[in-house]
């Protein structure tokens, strides 16, 4: 358990920039403590709280441990980096490898954009009314016979 520790706690220093184990409350080391004990949770699922949150020199209780994993899920739902650096983080913890996982939410913007600028092409594209070149000539629409009554 302990290499599996130190072993985390370096791939979330490298993804974040910050030491979870320096004692301040600044955000950047709150969210990485976050992903740290949401990690750490997932991995020793039967250990307990309090043995998690003393894995870290600051001895955080588990009620500290509880509120932080809590905290993870809305920060991981509303915050696009704070879920982009978490997922970095458990694919290169568990070493998955493969494509990065696109955003959804961008990759449906621009879909969106693409479809619009597919709409106006068409619409360029699209023959005018087509006008006879004599008055003798009728164009008839598909919903009308030659009789010109509608079927």
């Given at each position: 358990?302990?290499?599996?520790?130190?072993?985390?706690?370096?791939?979330?220093?490298?993804?974040?920039g910050?030491?979870?184990e320096?004692?301040?409350?600044?955000r950047?080391?709150?969210?990485?403590?976050?992903?740290?004990?949401?990690?750490?949770?997932?991995?020793?699922?039967?250990?307990?709280?309090?043995s998690?949150?003393?894995?870290?020199?600051?001895?955080?209780?588990?009620?500290t441990v509880?509120?932080?994993?809590?905290?993870?899920?809305?920060?991981?739902?509303?915050?696009?980096?704070?879920?982009?650096?978490?997922?970095?983080?458990?694919?290169?913890?568990y070493?998955?490898?493969?494509?990065?996982?696109?955003?959804?939410?961008?990759?449906n913007?621009?879909?969106?954009?693409?479809?619009?600028?597919?709409?106006?092409?068409?619409?360029?594209?699209?023959?005018?009314?087509?006008?006879?070149?004599?008055?003798?000539?009728?164009?008839?629409?598909?919903?009308?016979?030659?009789s010109?009554?509608?079927?």
């Amino acid at each position: 358990m302990k290499s599996e520790v130190k072993y985390l706690k370096g791939i979330v220093k490298k993804y974040t920039g910050v030491n979870v184990e320096s004692n301040t409350r600044k955000r950047e080391v709150v969210h990485a403590r976050r992903m740290y004990y949401k990690i750490m949770r997932e991995l020793y699922k039967k250990t307990s709280l309090k043995s998690i949150g003393e894995t870290l020199p600051l001895k955080q209780n588990h009620a500290t441990v509880l509120h932080q994993i809590n905290e993870f899920d809305i920060d991981y739902k509303q915050d696009r980096s704070f879920r982009k650096k978490f997922d970095n983080i458990r694919n290169s913890f568990y070493g998955l490898v493969g494509e990065p996982e696109v955003d959804l939410e961008e990759e449906n913007i621009r879909l969106r954009i693409e479809i619009a600028e597919l709409k106006k092409e068409v619409e360029y594209l699209r023959p005018r009314a087509i006008q006879p070149r004599n008055q003798q000539t009728k164009v008839y629409h598909c919903s009308e016979g030659i009789s010109g009554s509608i079927y």
